[in-house]
Protein backbone atom coordinates (compact mmCIF):
# COMPACT_ATOMS: atom_id res chain seq x y z
CA UNK A 1 0.00 0.00 0.00
CA UNK A 2 2.72 2.45 0.69
CA UNK A 3 4.59 1.31 -2.65
CA UNK A 4 0.75 2.70 -4.72
CA UNK A 5 0.56 5.91 -2.36
CA UNK A 6 3.82 7.26 -3.66
CA UNK A 7 2.67 7.19 -7.20
CA UNK A 8 -0.30 9.08 -6.33
CA UNK A 9 -0.66 11.47 -9.80
CA UNK A 10 -0.37 15.13 -8.96
CA UNK A 11 -4.69 15.27 -9.08
CA UNK A 12 -5.45 11.92 -7.25
CA UNK A 13 -3.05 14.05 -4.48
CA UNK A 14 -5.13 17.29 -4.96
CA UNK A 15 -8.32 15.47 -4.65
CA UNK A 16 -7.14 13.24 -1.25
CA UNK A 17 -6.06 16.55 0.15
CA UNK A 18 -9.82 18.04 -0.40
CA UNK A 19 -10.41 14.74 1.30
CA UNK A 20 -8.41 15.23 3.74
CA UNK A 21 -9.16 18.78 4.65
CA UNK A 22 -12.85 17.33 4.80
CA UNK A 23 -12.18 15.45 7.07
CA UNK A 24 -10.67 17.83 9.71
CA UNK A 25 -13.11 19.84 9.27
CA UNK A 26 -16.41 17.99 9.60
CA UNK A 27 -15.56 15.83 12.57
CA UNK A 28 -14.57 18.54 14.97
CA UNK A 29 -18.09 19.96 14.81
CA UNK A 30 -20.03 17.46 16.71
CA UNK A 31 -23.96 16.92 15.69
CA UNK A 32 -24.80 18.81 18.14
CA UNK A 33 -22.55 21.79 17.99
CA UNK A 34 -23.19 22.15 14.46
CA UNK A 35 -27.24 22.11 14.82
CA UNK A 36 -26.34 25.88 16.61
CA UNK A 37 -24.21 27.02 13.67
CA UNK A 38 -26.43 29.92 11.54
CA UNK A 39 -26.05 29.18 7.73
CA UNK A 40 -29.50 30.48 7.01
CA UNK A 41 -28.55 33.13 4.45
CA UNK A 42 -27.91 31.70 1.16
CA UNK A 43 -25.05 33.78 -1.02
CA UNK A 44 -25.44 31.50 -4.18
CA UNK A 45 -24.68 33.80 -6.89
CA UNK A 46 -21.99 35.60 -8.46
CA UNK A 47 -20.67 38.90 -6.58
CA UNK A 48 -18.36 41.31 -8.06
CA UNK A 49 -16.30 44.00 -6.56
CA UNK A 50 -13.28 46.60 -8.27
CA UNK A 51 -10.99 43.54 -8.59
CA UNK A 52 -12.83 40.96 -9.31
CA UNK A 53 -15.79 38.12 -9.24
CA UNK A 54 -16.99 35.37 -6.74
CA UNK A 55 -18.97 32.75 -7.73
CA UNK A 56 -20.68 31.13 -4.71
CA UNK A 57 -23.23 28.14 -4.19
CA UNK A 58 -24.00 26.16 -1.05
CA UNK A 59 -25.85 22.90 -0.01
CA UNK A 60 -25.98 22.19 3.17
CA UNK A 61 -22.79 23.16 4.80
CA UNK A 62 -20.71 23.36 2.19
CA UNK A 63 -19.71 26.56 0.71
CA UNK A 64 -18.68 26.06 -2.91
CA UNK A 65 -16.70 28.70 -4.51
CA UNK A 66 -14.84 29.96 -7.69
CA UNK A 67 -12.68 33.29 -7.47
CA UNK A 68 -10.50 35.05 -9.53
CA UNK A 69 -8.88 39.01 -8.77
CA UNK A 70 -5.98 40.79 -9.39
CA UNK A 71 -4.35 43.17 -6.38
CA UNK A 72 -1.83 45.24 -5.84
CA UNK A 73 0.53 47.85 -7.95
CA UNK A 74 1.90 44.74 -9.56
CA UNK A 75 -1.17 43.18 -10.61
CA UNK A 76 -0.87 39.81 -8.93
CA UNK A 77 -3.70 37.10 -9.53
CA UNK A 78 -5.55 35.28 -6.88
CA UNK A 79 -7.16 32.59 -8.61
CA UNK A 80 -8.90 29.63 -7.18
CA UNK A 81 -11.78 27.50 -6.38
CA UNK A 82 -12.95 24.79 -3.42
CA UNK A 83 -15.23 23.58 -1.42
CA UNK A 84 -15.47 25.64 2.10
CA UNK A 85 -17.30 23.90 5.39
CA UNK A 86 -19.63 25.45 7.80
CA UNK A 87 -16.94 26.42 11.05
CA UNK A 88 -19.46 29.14 12.34
CA UNK A 89 -22.03 31.28 11.98
CA UNK A 90 -22.25 32.19 8.31
CA UNK A 91 -18.94 31.29 8.61
CA UNK A 92 -17.33 29.01 6.42
CA UNK A 93 -13.24 27.58 5.93
CA UNK A 94 -11.58 26.00 3.30
CA UNK A 95 -7.68 24.68 3.58
CA UNK A 96 -5.71 23.87 0.68
CA UNK A 97 -2.70 22.15 2.62
CA UNK A 98 -0.61 26.03 2.55
CA UNK A 99 -3.57 28.32 4.33
CA UNK A 100 -7.30 28.66 5.12
CA UNK A 101 -9.52 30.83 3.48
CA UNK A 102 -12.56 32.12 5.64
CA UNK A 103 -15.76 33.10 3.61
CA UNK A 104 -18.31 35.04 6.02
CA UNK A 105 -21.64 35.38 4.46
CA UNK A 106 -23.53 38.53 5.98
CA UNK A 107 -26.77 39.72 5.14
CA UNK A 108 -24.96 42.78 3.45
CA UNK A 109 -22.14 40.95 1.46
CA UNK A 110 -19.52 38.41 1.14
CA UNK A 111 -16.14 38.81 2.97
CA UNK A 112 -13.25 36.82 2.38
CA UNK A 113 -9.83 36.62 4.04
CA UNK A 114 -6.72 34.52 4.74
CA UNK A 115 -6.96 33.03 9.01
CA UNK A 116 -3.50 31.18 8.33
CA UNK A 117 -0.72 30.36 6.13
CA UNK A 118 -0.53 31.78 2.72
CA UNK A 119 -3.02 30.21 -0.04
CA UNK A 120 -1.37 28.62 -2.95
CA UNK A 121 -4.08 30.40 -5.07
CA UNK A 122 -3.24 33.89 -4.18
CA UNK A 123 0.42 34.40 -2.75
CA UNK A 124 1.63 36.22 0.03
CA UNK A 125 0.30 40.21 0.61
CA UNK A 126 -3.11 39.08 -0.91
CA UNK A 127 -5.36 41.71 0.85
CA UNK A 128 -8.72 39.83 1.07
CA UNK A 129 -11.95 40.64 -0.66
CA UNK A 130 -15.45 42.40 0.94
CA UNK A 131 -18.40 42.07 -1.93
CA UNK A 132 -21.53 44.21 -1.41
CA UNK A 133 -25.32 43.55 -2.86
CA UNK A 134 -24.45 45.92 -5.24
CA UNK A 135 -22.68 43.88 -7.47
CA UNK A 136 -24.82 40.75 -6.37
CA UNK A 137 -26.48 38.42 -9.34
CA UNK A 138 -28.52 35.89 -8.30
CA UNK A 139 -28.54 32.16 -9.78
CA UNK A 140 -30.37 31.44 -12.88
CA UNK A 141 -32.10 28.13 -13.96
CA UNK A 142 -30.98 26.20 -16.55
CA UNK A 143 -32.25 22.57 -17.91
CA UNK A 144 -30.40 19.23 -18.58
CA UNK A 145 -30.51 18.87 -22.48
CA UNK A 146 -28.55 15.69 -22.79
CA UNK A 147 -29.32 12.33 -21.63
CA UNK A 148 -26.86 12.31 -18.48
CA UNK A 149 -25.19 15.41 -17.31
CA UNK A 150 -22.01 14.29 -14.65
CA UNK A 151 -20.72 16.75 -11.90
CA UNK A 152 -17.48 17.47 -11.74
CA UNK A 153 -15.23 18.19 -8.54
CA UNK A 154 -15.25 22.09 -7.83
CA UNK A 155 -11.45 22.49 -8.64
CA UNK A 156 -8.93 23.97 -10.57
CA UNK A 157 -9.40 22.91 -14.20
CA UNK A 158 -9.13 19.85 -15.69
CA UNK A 159 -11.86 18.72 -12.54
CA UNK A 160 -12.19 15.38 -11.51
CA UNK A 161 -15.54 13.59 -12.71
CA UNK A 162 -17.91 12.84 -9.76
CA UNK A 163 -20.44 10.16 -9.75
CA UNK A 164 -23.47 12.37 -9.04
CA UNK A 165 -25.33 12.72 -11.99
CA UNK A 166 -28.41 14.47 -13.54
CA UNK A 167 -30.58 13.63 -16.12
CA UNK A 168 -32.41 15.29 -19.59
CA UNK A 169 -35.23 17.52 -18.44
CA UNK A 170 -33.92 18.33 -14.92
CA UNK A 171 -33.35 22.02 -13.41
CA UNK A 172 -30.38 22.96 -11.78
CA UNK A 173 -29.26 26.55 -10.62
CA UNK A 174 -26.17 28.25 -12.41
CA UNK A 175 -23.77 30.51 -11.68
CA UNK A 176 -20.33 31.57 -13.69
CA UNK A 177 -16.96 29.56 -13.13
CA UNK A 178 -14.99 32.57 -12.43
CA UNK A 179 -11.29 30.88 -11.74
CA UNK A 180 -9.47 30.19 -15.10
CA UNK A 181 -9.12 27.01 -17.19
CA UNK A 182 -12.73 26.08 -16.43
CA UNK A 183 -14.40 27.95 -19.27
CA UNK A 184 -16.49 25.12 -20.53
CA UNK A 185 -18.09 24.50 -17.07
CA UNK A 186 -20.32 26.52 -14.93
CA UNK A 187 -21.18 25.90 -11.16
CA UNK A 188 -24.46 24.54 -10.74
CA UNK A 189 -26.69 22.99 -8.01
CA UNK A 190 -29.76 20.40 -8.40
CA UNK A 191 -31.96 20.15 -5.53
CA UNK A 192 -33.48 16.69 -5.66
CA UNK A 193 -36.01 15.22 -3.59
CA UNK A 194 -33.75 13.50 -1.30
CA UNK A 195 -30.37 15.44 -1.31
CA UNK A 196 -28.55 18.73 -2.61
CA UNK A 197 -25.93 18.18 -4.92
CA UNK A 198 -23.40 21.30 -6.36
CA UNK A 199 -20.34 20.83 -8.33
CA UNK A 200 -19.18 21.73 -12.03
CA UNK A 201 -20.99 20.73 -14.68
CA UNK A 202 -20.56 21.55 -18.90
CA UNK A 203 -21.82 24.05 -19.63
CA UNK A 204 -23.02 22.74 -23.21
CA UNK A 205 -25.48 20.45 -21.27
CA UNK A 206 -27.63 23.13 -20.06
CA UNK A 207 -30.25 25.37 -21.67
CA UNK A 208 -31.71 28.42 -20.30
CA UNK A 209 -34.86 27.94 -19.03
CA UNK A 210 -36.00 31.79 -19.95
CA UNK A 211 -33.60 32.92 -22.59
CA UNK A 212 -36.01 35.58 -23.86
CA UNK A 213 -36.03 37.62 -20.34
CA UNK A 214 -32.58 37.43 -19.60
CA UNK A 215 -30.08 40.32 -20.17
CA UNK A 216 -27.71 38.12 -22.49
CA UNK A 217 -26.68 37.62 -26.12
CA UNK A 218 -25.13 40.22 -28.34
CA UNK A 219 -28.16 42.19 -29.26
CA UNK A 220 -28.26 43.08 -25.27
CA UNK A 221 -24.33 44.18 -25.31
CA UNK A 222 -25.23 45.67 -28.56
CA UNK A 223 -27.49 47.93 -26.60
CA UNK A 224 -26.03 49.07 -23.70
CA UNK A 225 -22.87 49.94 -26.40
CA UNK A 226 -25.21 52.53 -27.99
CA UNK A 227 -26.77 53.90 -24.57
CA UNK A 228 -23.27 54.22 -23.28
CA UNK A 229 -21.86 55.86 -26.64
CA UNK A 230 -25.04 58.27 -26.33
CA UNK A 231 -24.61 58.91 -22.45
CA UNK A 232 -20.89 60.04 -22.91
CA UNK A 233 -21.60 63.61 -22.91
CA UNK A 234 -23.11 63.52 -19.68
CA UNK A 235 -20.88 60.87 -18.07
CA UNK A 236 -18.49 62.26 -15.55
CA UNK A 237 -14.90 61.84 -16.32
CA UNK A 238 -11.18 60.64 -14.98
CA UNK A 239 -7.99 60.49 -16.23
CA UNK A 240 -5.02 58.42 -14.66
CA UNK A 241 -1.40 58.02 -16.40
CA UNK A 242 -0.54 54.50 -16.74
CA UNK A 243 3.23 53.60 -16.84
CA UNK A 244 3.48 50.22 -16.47
CA UNK A 245 1.95 48.52 -19.45
CA UNK A 246 3.79 49.84 -22.26
CA UNK A 247 7.32 50.84 -23.43
CA UNK A 248 6.36 54.74 -24.32
CA UNK A 249 3.59 55.20 -21.70
CA UNK A 250 -0.17 55.33 -21.77
CA UNK A 251 -2.92 56.89 -19.99
CA UNK A 252 -6.71 55.68 -19.51
CA UNK A 253 -10.08 57.44 -18.89
CA UNK A 254 -13.21 56.12 -17.01
CA UNK A 255 -16.52 57.42 -17.25
CA UNK A 256 -19.03 57.43 -14.46
CA UNK A 257 -22.69 57.32 -14.48
CA UNK A 258 -24.32 59.16 -11.84
CA UNK A 259 -24.45 56.70 -9.48
CA UNK A 260 -20.90 56.29 -9.61
CA UNK A 261 -20.58 53.54 -11.50
CA UNK A 262 -18.12 52.95 -14.30
CA UNK A 263 -19.39 52.48 -17.38
CA UNK A 264 -16.68 52.45 -19.84
CA UNK A 265 -13.00 52.82 -19.85
CA UNK A 266 -10.50 54.23 -22.66
CA UNK A 267 -7.06 52.83 -22.57
CA UNK A 268 -4.55 54.17 -24.65
CA UNK A 269 -0.96 52.73 -25.00
CA UNK A 270 2.09 53.85 -26.52
CA UNK A 271 5.08 51.89 -28.53
CA UNK A 272 8.00 52.99 -30.63
CA UNK A 273 6.17 50.73 -33.56
CA UNK A 274 2.90 51.98 -32.61
CA UNK A 275 -0.20 52.31 -30.03
CA UNK A 276 -3.31 49.96 -29.07
CA UNK A 277 -6.24 52.03 -28.11
CA UNK A 278 -8.68 49.54 -25.91
CA UNK A 279 -12.34 50.55 -24.71
CA UNK A 280 -13.70 48.44 -22.26
CA UNK A 281 -17.69 48.62 -21.65
CA UNK A 282 -19.61 47.71 -18.67
CA UNK A 283 -22.76 47.07 -17.52
CA UNK A 284 -24.12 46.46 -13.88
CA UNK A 285 -19.95 46.04 -12.70
CA UNK A 286 -19.74 43.24 -15.57
CA UNK A 287 -17.75 43.49 -18.71
CA UNK A 288 -19.50 43.26 -21.82
CA UNK A 289 -17.83 44.83 -24.71
CA UNK A 290 -14.72 45.47 -25.33
CA UNK A 291 -12.87 47.48 -28.37
CA UNK A 292 -9.30 47.35 -29.54
CA UNK A 293 -7.67 49.12 -32.20
CA UNK A 294 -4.31 48.29 -33.14
CA UNK A 295 -2.02 51.23 -34.73
CA UNK A 296 1.06 49.80 -36.79
CA UNK A 297 3.51 52.19 -37.86
CA UNK A 298 5.64 51.97 -40.60
CA UNK A 299 9.07 52.78 -38.47
CA UNK A 300 9.33 53.70 -35.24
CA UNK A 301 7.95 57.19 -34.27
CA UNK A 302 11.14 58.92 -34.16
CA UNK A 303 13.01 58.07 -37.16
CA UNK A 304 13.30 60.68 -39.38
CA UNK A 305 14.09 61.38 -42.55
CA UNK A 306 17.78 62.06 -42.32
CA UNK A 307 18.48 59.60 -39.66
CA UNK A 308 16.29 56.36 -41.94
CA UNK A 309 18.35 57.96 -45.00
CA UNK A 310 21.42 57.39 -43.28
CA UNK A 311 20.52 54.07 -42.13
CA UNK A 312 18.59 52.77 -46.12
CA UNK A 313 15.56 53.22 -43.89
CA UNK A 314 12.22 54.13 -44.39
CA UNK A 315 11.25 57.32 -42.51
CA UNK A 316 8.24 57.46 -40.21
CA UNK A 317 4.98 58.46 -41.83
CA UNK A 318 2.41 59.02 -40.17
CA UNK A 319 -0.36 58.45 -43.18
CA UNK A 320 1.15 54.85 -43.33
CA UNK A 321 0.05 53.93 -40.41
CA UNK A 322 -2.11 50.76 -40.64
CA UNK A 323 -4.93 49.58 -38.03
CA UNK A 324 -6.64 46.51 -37.01
CA UNK A 325 -9.49 46.40 -35.48
CA UNK A 326 -10.99 43.29 -33.20
CA UNK A 327 -14.37 43.02 -31.12
CA UNK A 328 -14.92 41.04 -28.17
CA UNK A 329 -18.41 40.21 -26.48
CA UNK A 330 -18.68 39.26 -22.91
CA UNK A 331 -21.50 37.46 -20.75
CA UNK A 332 -21.46 37.07 -16.82
CA UNK A 333 -17.51 37.74 -16.97
CA UNK A 334 -17.07 35.15 -20.13
CA UNK A 335 -16.26 35.94 -23.38
CA UNK A 336 -18.65 34.86 -25.85
CA UNK A 337 -17.45 35.80 -28.96
CA UNK A 338 -14.37 37.11 -31.02
CA UNK A 339 -14.82 39.13 -34.34
CA UNK A 340 -11.69 40.34 -36.31
CA UNK A 341 -10.60 42.77 -37.98
CA UNK A 342 -12.44 41.13 -41.11
CA UNK A 343 -15.61 40.49 -39.15
CA UNK A 344 -15.18 36.98 -38.98
CA UNK A 345 -16.01 35.01 -35.68
CA UNK A 346 -12.78 33.21 -34.34
CA UNK A 347 -13.32 29.49 -32.92
CA UNK A 348 -13.84 29.51 -28.91
CA UNK A 349 -11.52 26.47 -28.95
CA UNK A 350 -8.40 28.11 -29.89
CA UNK A 351 -5.74 29.07 -27.18
CA UNK A 352 -5.83 32.74 -28.94
CA UNK A 353 -9.36 33.07 -28.07
CA UNK A 354 -8.58 31.65 -24.55
CA UNK A 355 -5.86 34.00 -24.38
CA UNK A 356 -7.30 36.87 -24.89
CA UNK A 357 -10.21 36.09 -23.16
CA UNK A 358 -7.86 36.02 -19.73
CA UNK A 359 -6.10 39.00 -20.70
CA UNK A 360 -8.85 41.45 -21.61
CA UNK A 361 -10.54 40.06 -18.20
CA UNK A 362 -7.10 41.20 -16.15
CA UNK A 363 -7.22 44.44 -17.68
CA UNK A 364 -10.56 44.97 -17.15
CA UNK A 365 -10.17 44.38 -13.52
CA UNK A 366 -7.52 45.98 -13.20
CA UNK A 367 -8.19 49.14 -14.53
CA UNK A 368 -11.02 48.94 -12.36
CA UNK A 369 -9.67 48.70 -9.87
CA UNK A 370 -6.79 51.54 -9.87
CA UNK A 371 -9.51 54.04 -10.27
CA UNK A 372 -11.62 52.61 -7.51
CA UNK A 373 -8.33 52.81 -5.70
CA UNK A 374 -7.41 56.69 -6.45
CA UNK A 375 -4.46 55.66 -8.70
Request: hydrophobic share 40%; net charge negative; with cysteine.
Given at each position: ????????????????????????????????????????????????????????????????????????????????????????????????????????????????????????????????????????????????????????????????????????????????????????????????????????????????????????????????????????????????????????????????????????????????????????????????????????????????????????????????????????????????????????????????FKDNARDLQQRAHD?????DQGQ
Amino acid sequence: MMTKATQLSPRTSYLVAVLTAFAVIYPALSTAWAARLDNAIDPSGSWRNAQGSLSLMLAGDALSFSYSSVFGPAAHICDGAGVAGLVGNGLYHYQDGQGTLAIQVAEGGVRMEQVAGVLSFCGANWPGARFSRDGFTAVEEFRVITPVSRFYVVMPAPPILRQAYVVQGDLVQSVPIQHEQAHDYVLARYIGPKATTVGLIKQSTLQATQPANRKLGIPFIRGEYQSIREALPRLATEQADILDLSTEGGEAKAFRDPDGRIRLIELELYFDTGMTREEFYFSEGFLIFVLRARHQYNAPFYLGQQEADAMDLEAFDAEKTSITEDRFYFQHDRMIRWLDDDRNVMVAESSSFKDNARDLQQRAHDLMSRFDQGQ
